[in-house]
Nanobody, 122 residues
């Protein structure tokens, strides 16, 4: 089993920045790729960004150029640096670990964090 704990969400004005963190514990040796997803009210959960063990990254078009995913393998932690935030980025952000990373896709595993709320005001 893998446990994931997200942090760093909050309320920010449009144009502002936030950094989300996701710390993994448990069977962390089984984790290669990690990713972030988000779910806005009334919408389905959608992919945001993913990173593999060696640091290759993949982003949704909606966040490309504004968000950066990174990871610290020694700390079993993945980060999501969010800049130039827009009201449409408002959502609960979820971390996923141990999914399958492709150059143009990320298939999530069954390991999810509890989510952290990001609210961007206009």
């Amino acid at each position: 089993q893998v446990q994931l704990v997200e942090s760093g969400g909050g309320l920010v004005q449009a144009g502002g920045s936030l950094r989300l963190s996701c710390a993994a514990s448990g069977r962390t040796f089984s984790i290669s790729a990690m990713g972030w997803f988000r779910q806005a009210p009334g919408k389905e959960r959608e992919f945001v960004a993913a990173i593999n063990w060696i640091g290759n990254t993949y982003y949704a078009d909606s966040v490309k150029g504004r968000f950066t995913i990174s990871r610290d393998n020694a700390k079993n932690t993945v980060y999501l640096h969010m800049n130039s935030l827009k009201p449409e980025d408002t959502a609960v952000y979820y971390c996923n670990a141990g999914g399958t990373y492709y150059s143009d896709n990320y298939r999530p595993s069954t390991y999810w964090g509890q989510g952290t709320q990001v609210t961007v005001s206009s």
